[in-house]
């Protein structure tokens, strides 16, 4: 289910991280996760950044550069893709490749550090936040392939495998204790989208004071309100879309697991048949009334989300960028609204 602290979080990332003036604001959270000082520079525009029907595995929030020269992506993913990490190794290998002009030596491919900021159950472990990395280790000595004495003075890096990219994936939804480091500190501010006053975390307190209602903009007070109007036709919709799918989900599921299994136990056996039948008919069941429900509910969310916003004046545009509508689906909703589900 999405959750309201998600929402909320979509809406302070792009206000609080993507403008110069609070680059200290970005600057503390990659300092606290990287565990190292980080100055930001400068925001680039991406051909990810953009709207481009042709590239829509790529779709990042934030690409900033470093003092170093190095480039840091930085995008915060609310909806379930069974293929997420294929993006993320995408999104970095097609980030080199518009970073470097033709013709230029390979010295010259950026380091590039990944970090992804997840409100869905990614992959299969018990920790909320993993690091990647590439090692070259030997097969027979067991030791780690270090760069030259003259590539470590050229490059600043000591292991062949700094030279790659880095991945940080943040499972926000998987973080339930309570806040000990300075990195326990921001995992829960992006779950709850509060500040304790004594964070300690770099950047928190910029953040705090950035997010008082009376430090917004007339037009970013609307917006932020209009989300939080909207969460209370999304928490009902997407639940009752959920269970509609699971119960339409398990009832096709059962029938066609008995079909099936009366045709193998043509084969093997009529009793062993229909056991197995049944048995995968109830795990189809459960997988396809779950795909279902969730696709239900996330397109009745995006649609009542962009009816309260049509409601409330804000822009076809920005509806479009805040619900992943396209123009044509916000426009017939603008000449034939309906009623919120």
């Known amino acids: ?13 792009k206000r609080l991280l993507r403008q110069k003036a609070n680059f200290v604001v970005l600057e503390g959270f990659l300092s606290t996760l990287l565990n190292e000082k980080i100055k930001i520079v400068r925001m680039l525009e991406s051909e990810a950044n953009k709207e481009n029907p042709n590239d829509k595995f790529n779709r990042v929030d934030m690409l900033a550069e470093n003092s170093r020269g ?27 490749t518009e970073y470097i002009v033709e013709g230029e030596l ?21 920790d909320y936040v993993y690091h990647g990395r590439t090692e070259f280790k030997g097969m ?43 990195l326990d500190e921001w995992i829960s501010f992006l779950k709850t989208n509060k500040i304790p006053e004594n964070a300690t975390a770099p950047g928190l307190a910029e953040a705090r004071e950035r997010l008082k209602r009376d430090k917004m903009s007339k037009d970013e007070l609307r917006a ?11 928490k009902s919709v997407i639940s009752t879309g959920l269970i509609e799918g699971r119960e339409e989900g398990l009832k096709e599921g059962f029938q066609e697991g008995r079909e099936k299994g009366l045709q193998e136990g043509l084969q093997e056996g009529l009793q062993e048949g229909l056991k197995e039948g049944r048995e995968e008919g109830l795990q189809e ?8 429900g969730e696709a239900i509910g996330e397109e009745k969310k995006a649609l009542n989300i962009a009816l309260k916003m049509l409601q409330n004046g804000v822009p076809i545009e920005g509806i479009c960028e805040y619900t992943g509508l396209s123009y044509q689906q916000v426009e017939a909703l603008k000449v034939s609204p309906r009623q919120p589900l």
């Open 1 to 13: 289910m999405i959750k309201e602290s998600l929402i909320r979080f979509d809406w302070a990332a």
């Open 70 to 96: 190095e480039l840091v992506i930085i995008e915060v993913q609310n909806n379930r893709e069974l293929d997420y990490f294929h993006r993320i190794l995408y999104g970095t290998s097609k980030a080199i």
């Open 106 to 126: 390979f010295r010259k491919v950026r380091k590039i550090f990944s970090i992804s900021i997840v409100y869905f159950d990614l992959g299969q472990g018990n």
């Open 140 to 182: 027979h000595c067991n030791d780690v392939l270090r760069l030259s004495a003259s590539q470590q003075k050229q490059f600043m890096y000591q292991e062949v495998g700094d030279l790659f990219p880095e991945y940080y994936i943040l499972r926000v939804e998987e973080f339930n204790q309570k806040a000990v480091t300075q």
């Open 224 to 234: 932020y309100e209009t989300h939080l109007e909207a969460l209370r036709y999304q």
């Open 285 to 292: 069941g459960l997988k396809e009334g779950l795909e279902r």
